[in-house]
């Protein structure tokens, strides 16, 4: 049976035509949404609503203006590519809060944050702005915004290598403030 029989079924309730189009084009869907999202979770949830477009309207797909994968691959590529804005509009979202709610415990801590800045916040916070702009950036989003390493270079713009870096980079610079080493002792005592 071809697409274009199957889309006609489809319009008229048939689960089994459905069911036979999914079979068909679902792994092509999921990665081409896999390639464009990267995340596993958001890729299936482009797929689910790609097909529940389909479900929902057959109707939407026009022989005349190309085959069934093609227009289901093109609506499945829209979707990621919304997917994908929305998601990062909501983690700059979240890391615009995650600094503002830094910025605002230094400016007005509350009681339970007072008692915690008494013991460690303000070494902390102190550690924090010994680091540069770019390590900053990098740890904030990741332990502030709670994004994972792959997800702060698709937000920065920065390659996965050079966040992984600037993370290690920091971590190490933060431990030694925080610690009241020097990194070249810490050098030498992890080299022995």
């Known amino acids: 049976m071809t697409d274009g029989e199957l ?16 079979d068909r084009y679902c792994r092509q869907a999921y990665s081409l949404a896999k390639r464009v999202c990267v995340d596993t979770q958001l890729a299936e949830d482009v797929v689910q609503e ?20 093609t227009w289901l691959l093109t609506v499945v590529h829209h979707r990621a590519v919304d997917a994908v804005r929305r998601e990062n509009t909501q983690r700059k979202r979240s890391a615009a809060q995650a600094e503002q709610a830094l910025v605002s415990e230094q400016e007005h ?8 800045a008494g ?15 770019e390590q900053r950036e990098v740890v904030v989003l990741a332990y502030y915004g709670g994004y ?21 980079a920091a971590v190490r610079r933060l431990r030694t403030l925080l610690t009241g080493g020097n990194e070249q002792d810490r050098d030498l005592g992890e080299q022995r």
Request: neutral net charge; aromatic residues 8%.
């Open 7 to 22: 889309v006609t079924r489809l319009a008229e309730g048939d689960r089994v035509a459905f069911a036979a189009l999914y």
């Open 109 to 116: 801590p509350g009681a339970d944050i007072a008692a915690i």
């Open 148 to 168: 994972t390493q792959c997800e702060v270079s698709a937000l920065t713009g920065v390659p996965l290598g050079t966040v992984k870096s600037r993370m290690f």
């Open 50 to 69: 790609a097909f529940l477009t389909l479900w929902r309207d057959p109707g939407r797909y026009q022989e005349q203006r190309g085959s069934v994968s």
């Open 119 to 133: 013991v460690l916040g303000e070494k902390v916070r102190d550690a924090l702005h010994e680091l540069t702009g």
